[in-house]
């Protein structure tokens, strides 16, 4: 069965954004702790001005890359787009397609940094977990076990890091890139790799929470000078006194939680750090009756105190953030939405980048046949919004 999955695909260590996985059966708390399992930061550039100024009105047509897209990245004005098959493509911003390289592997997730592009690929992943090999053996392929560095300027693989954890993150500080994940069935883990060296130190050897009560971590981004580590909890909605939200000071490594207004039946798709506030996109797993109804939560970074609380869309899966506003995919509206993130206030109808699911259509998680918008960032004066069951690109200008 083909169900949603959230990854970081970032060019920015501030936000998160999807891509689509194979799923495991089961019943309803266990499909809902699936799906907060692999909820995840990933996808856009963020940062600029709050107040929008001229904004992009038109989609243009989609355009194949030559793959499924599972994580974009943006250099030098140019788009990387990463595929599921290992192959890696450049796009200029007249849309011209270039191949960049191949690896024999799967990759997702991405982001630039210190001259490089990371990128998660999968693998076997942690095999310590026995119920996942037993439900679905296919599943453990798709975890995200080890990271990729590859050389911007000729495609070559700098460095790899193997069989850290499953399911890890991505994010990037002026001085290291930072991973989080599971090991060993395990959640909480965070790691540091040291760019100069290529060495991946354990900051974090797991929070020893497990079960019911366990939050996985689902958004990894850098907020400040610090990195928040944010999470879903296996059985949505998260109990009372969950904790969802922990800060990384990376100058000691220590770990604080902080006490952040979010909803307890939120289920979180993306997060964007902007101007000392952190938006995050979701929607209430419980209650949401025939579809899903999606709503963007903003809260203070320093004081986790809400800000804004706005219903829009079906399904958020996307954030990014430029001076024009900040702009939300919706898997099954097919639109992207721009707010002003000064007021939160949707400032003009949504664009049509995809199709839209079917109102009279009861949700079904593992649908696969409408073009979802997922992953969103920007180059220049373009947006661009995958498609994830077409396999496309979409401009906005």
């Not at 260590?13 to 089961?26: E, V």
């Not at 192959?87 to 490089?116: E, K």
């Not at 839209?356 to 046949?369: I, K, L, S």
């Amino acid at each position: 069965m083909t169900g949603i999955r959230f990854l970081r695909t970032s060019t920015d260590p501030t936000t998160i954004s999807m891509s689509t996985r194979t799923a495991h059966p089961g019943s309803r708390r266990r499909r809902c702790g699936t799906l907060a399992v692999l909820l995840a930061l990933a996808a856009g550039g963020c940062g600029g001005p709050a107040a929008p100024a001229a904004v992009p009105d038109e989609a243009g047509t989609p355009l194949s890359t030559g793959g499924t897209p599972t994580g974009l990245a943006v250099h030098d004005d140019d788009l990387l787009v990463v595929h599921d098959d290992g192959s890696i493509v450049r796009v200029t911003s007249d849309g011209q397609v270039a191949p960049f390289t191949d690896r024999p592997d799967q990759l997702t997730s991405s982001l630039v940094a210190f001259g490089s592009l990371w990128t998660a690929r999968t693998g076997t992943g942690d095999t310590a977990d026995p119920e996942h090999l037993e439900s679905d053996e296919a599943w453990v392929s798709f975890r995200l076990d080890g990271i990729v560095r590859i050389d911007l300027d000729d495609g070559a693989t700098q460095a790899t890091f193997d069989d850290l954890g499953a399911d890890l993150l991505l994010a990037a500080t002026d001085d290291a890139v930072w991973l989080a994940g599971e090991h060993a069935g395990e959640q909480g883990w965070v790691w540091r790799i040291d760019p100069d060296t290529d060495r991946a130190t354990v900051i974090q050897a797991g929070d020893g929470v497990r079960g019911d009560l366990a939050v996985r971590t689902s958004v990894l981004l850098a907020v400040d000078d610090d990195l928040w580590l944010v999470g879903n909890c296996d059985a949505m909605p998260c109990p009372a006194g969950a904790e969802r939200v922990h800060v990384l000071d990376p100058s000691s490594g220590e770990v604080a939680s902080l006490d952040v207004a979010l909803p307890d039946d939120l289920l979180l798709s993306s997060a964007v750090a902007l101007d000392g506030q952190v938006w995050f996109a979701g929607f209430p797993i419980e209650g949401t009756g025939h579809q899903p109804e999606g709503l963007l939560v903003a809260v203070e970074a320093t004081s986790g105190e809400l800000v804004h609380r706005i219903e829009v869309g079906r399904l958020p899966t996307g954030l990014t953030a430029t001076s024009a506003g900040l702009w939300m995919t919706d898997c099954l509206g097919g639109t992207l939405t721009r707010v002003n993130p000064a007021d939160g206030v949707v400032l003009e109808p949504p664009i049509v980048v995809g199709d839209a699911y079917p109102d009279d259509d009861v949700f079904d998680w593992y649908r696969n046949d409408y073009a979802c918008p997922g992953t969103v960032v920007h180059t220049g004066d373009t947006i661009w919004v995958a498609l994830v069951h077409e396999g496309t690109l979409v401009p906005v200008r």
